[in-house]
Each structure stands twice: as structure tokens, then as C-alpha cells.
């Protein structure tokens, strides 16, 4: 079981920009899906945002194509986001999480079932 821990998250203004980290406890070889959700209050469920396969492959959610870009360090066992162009739309709780299914971002349910393990969360508040 592998145990996620997030952190870089805190306040910035309209425009500015924060990189998130995620480390995890074990290889992150392992896992083919890493990616990364956000909630925002009154959401009942979370978003995704991007995610990255073993091979590199990155997805986008629309809202964030362009502004931010997910990486990987397998050496490091250490997930990313560098978050760009921020807008007070982006605040959120922000959490990376690991799977071994499909690996591009959708807003289903059924995908968000598909990660197994999470992290806490970090929250980035964007003040206009």
C-alpha cells in the first residue's frame, strides 16, 4: 500500500503561479496512473485535473489545459503539477492520487473510482 503526501499549496494572486508536489511512500514505477484532483466547496464530487501514464502521456482537464503541466520523477517517487496563469476558479483542495487503470481525464464517476489511493489534500487559494 503506497501513502500519498501533498504539499505547495497556498495563496497566490490572480495570474500568479504555485507547483504542487506529491511524494509518495513506495515506487511510483508501479502504479501506471498518477493524477490529480481538485473539490472545490459546494462540489459534491472532485475533479480531475491532469494525469500522467508510465509511458509520459499527459492529460488535461479544459479548465486547465495551457496553464498547467503534470510530471513525473519515478527516481523520486514524486508526482508534480506546475500550475500557471492561476484564476480565482482554480482555488481548491487539490489531491494527487494512483492507479493502475485508465489513465486520461474524464469526468465520470466510474474513473474516479478507478484510484485507489489517495493523498490529503492541499489547498490553493487564488485571491483576485
Known amino acids: 500500500q503506497v501513502q500519498l503526501v501533498e504539499s505547495g499549496g497556498g495563496s497566490v494572486q490572480t495570474g500568479g503561479s504555485l507547483r504542487l508536489s506529491c511524494l509518495a511512500s513506495t515506487s511510483i514505477a508501479r502504479h501506471h496512473c498518477l493524477a490529480w484532483f481538485r473539490r472545490t466547496p459546494g462540489k459534491e464530487r472532485r475533479e480531475g485535473v491532469a494525469a500522467i501514464d508510465s509511458d509520459g502521456r499527459t492529460s488535461y482537464g479544459e479548465t486547465v489545459e495551457g496553464r498547467f503541466t503534470i510530471t513525473r520523477d519515478n527516481a523520486k517517487n514524486t508526482l508534480y503539477l506546475e500550475m500557471e496563469s492561476l484564476k480565482p476558479e482554480d482555488s481548491a483542495m487539490y489531491y494527487c492520487?494512483?492507479?493502475?487503470?485508465?489513465?486520461?481525464?474524464?469526468?465520470?464517476?466510474?474513473?474516479?473510482?478507478?484510484?485507489?489511493?489517495w493523498g490529503q489534500g492541499t489547498q490553493v487559494t487564488i485571491s483576485s
Open positions: 492520487a494512483a492507479s493502475s487503470g485508465y489513465c486520461s481525464v474524464t469526468d465520470s464517476v466510474s474513473w474516479l473510482h478507478t484510484f485507489a489511493y
